[in-house]
């Protein structure tokens, strides 16, 4: 397998056409999958944002208080409320926003980028990324598979890294639930989640920083036979550390 970061794509804007961008740098197979970071996505969609247009509620005033207090820094509240805004739920409130985004991504403060923003304070992430995802495959000849990424942090573990928010073309995941291993005993849960293992090798080719290179085709990954399935975000009733967090609230000191 391979990993292609496209080159000398442009400063991305409103009404960008990707799909076109790229083509233009490379020359896709039929099977390579594109894996495109949120933020160029973003921006293409005109998500860009502006904190002044976020003037904060008395919910979002008390978030940003709390927040200041337990790390010691001013925090704008304006800021909180445009998380509240772009989330259906608050998971977690203290020591930081984690909330779920409204296609279902849980992640501390709904994704919102304030690095690589071009000139807006802010980038909010796509309003449904697997229909960019899908818009994005429209737009190229042989309509490969494409993964929109972003880096996001985990629980249990430090540091952040890729994952899939959206995807079109290909399935999310791949069972392997009834295959043997060497011993020939049957895999009983092990459902492969294959877009974000795609997301999180193109990121580590994107990067982070100023290196200018959100596109990462992958080429010479095959799906194989296994059955493929779109679950992607797991729903609250079958998400027990999710339930588990409904009864937990913040109550210490930050270690800084
Ligand atoms: P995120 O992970 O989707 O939030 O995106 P990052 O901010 O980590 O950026 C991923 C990669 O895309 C980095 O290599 C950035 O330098 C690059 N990047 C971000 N915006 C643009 C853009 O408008 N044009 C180009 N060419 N690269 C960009
Ligand atoms: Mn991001
Ligand atoms: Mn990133």
């Known amino acids: 397998m391979q990993l292609i970061a496209v080159p000398d794509l ?18 896709l197979d039929p099977d390579d999958v594109v894996c495109v970071a949120s933020t160029v996505v973003s921006k293409a969609e005109g998500r860009d944002a502006s904190l002044s247009s976020f ?21 704008d509240p304006r800021f909180a409320q445009v998380v509240l ?13 984690l909330t779920e985004t409204r296609f279902g991504h849980v992640c501390v403060n709904a994704g919102i980028d304030r690095s690589n923003t071009g000139e807006a304070d802010l980038l909010l992430l796509p309003r449904a990324p697997s229909e960019s995802a899908g818009r994005i ?17 985990r629980p249990f573990r430090h540091g952040q890294r890729g ?10 995941s791949r069972d392997w639930r009834g295959e043997r291993d060497r011993e020939g005993r049957e895999l009983g849960v092990t459902v492969e989640n294959v ?3 795609l997301a999180a090798a193109a990121n580590l080719v994107a990067g982070e920083g100023a ?19 779109d679950e992607h975000f797991r729903a609250v009733e079958t998400d027990f550390v999710r339930q588990a967090l409904r009864g937990w ?8």
């Open 195 to 197: 877009i974000d293992e």
């Open 137 to 153: 495959r429209d737009g190229l000849e042989h309509r490969n598979p494409v993964v929109v990424t972003d880096t996001c942090g």
């Open 85 to 97: 805004e772009e989330s259906v739920e608050l998971l977690m409130e203290a020591p930081f926003l």
């Open 55 to 75: 003037p904060a509620g008395p919910r979002a005033r008390e978030i940003a208080d709390r927040l200041a207090e337990i790390h010691g820094e001013e925090k």
């Open 249 to 256: 609230s913040y109550e210490g000191e930050v270690a800084r």
């Open 211 to 229: 290196g200018g290179t959100p596109v990462v085709v992958v080429r010479g990954f095959e799906f194989g036979e296994l059955e493929g399935s």
């Open 163 to 172: 994952v899939a928010l959206g995807w079109a073309g290909m399935p999310a």
């Open 10 to 27: 442009p400063e991305i804007g409103a009404g960008d056409d990707l799909a076109e961008l790229v083509e233009a740098r490379i020359d």
